[in-house]
């Protein structure tokens, strides 16, 4: 049986997932940071979008990571973090 190819759509979903279910921790550990999430795994927290996406793009050349914001609502950041369809993000 062949393996599910890993694709940016579902390594976001499964970002957005473990992301919310660690909201709770996060936000005692790193309120109004950016989170930059791989493989269900945070890899950094920074100030602002721009420096986790950064990073996110220098060490993850096929771009399969995302970002979220600690705050009690999962919003767009862009291209690179579509964590949520906007139809649901209210």
Same mark, same amino acid.
Do not use: W
């Given at each position: 049986?062949? !393996? !599910?190819?890993?694709?940016?759509?579902?390594?976001? #979903? !499964?970002? &957005?997932?473990?992301?919310?279910?660690? &909201?709770?921790?996060?936000? #005692?550990?790193?309120?109004?940071?950016?989170?930059? &999430?791989?493989?269900?795994?945070?890899?950094?927290?920074?100030?602002?979008? !721009?420096?986790?996406?950064?990073?996110?793009?220098?060490?993850?050349?096929?771009?399969?990571?995302?970002?979220?914001?600690?705050?009690?609502?999962?919003?767009? &950041?862009?291209?690179?973090?579509?964590?949520?369809?906007?139809?649901?993000?209210?």
């Amino acid at each position: 049986m062949s !393996k !599910k190819p890993h694709t940016k759509e579902s390594e976001i #979903k !499964k970002n &957005l997932e473990f992301f919310l279910t660690e &909201l709770p921790n996060l936000k #005692k550990s790193y309120p109004g940071k950016y989170i930059l &999430l791989r493989h269900c795994e945070i890899k950094g927290a920074y100030d602002t979008v !721009k420096d986790a996406y950064m990073t996110g793009n220098t060490f993850f050349h096929d771009e399969i990571f995302s970002i979220q914001k600690v705050d009690d609502t999962p919003i767009n &950041l862009g291209f690179f973090s579509y964590a949520m369809p906007m139809a649901t993000a209210q």
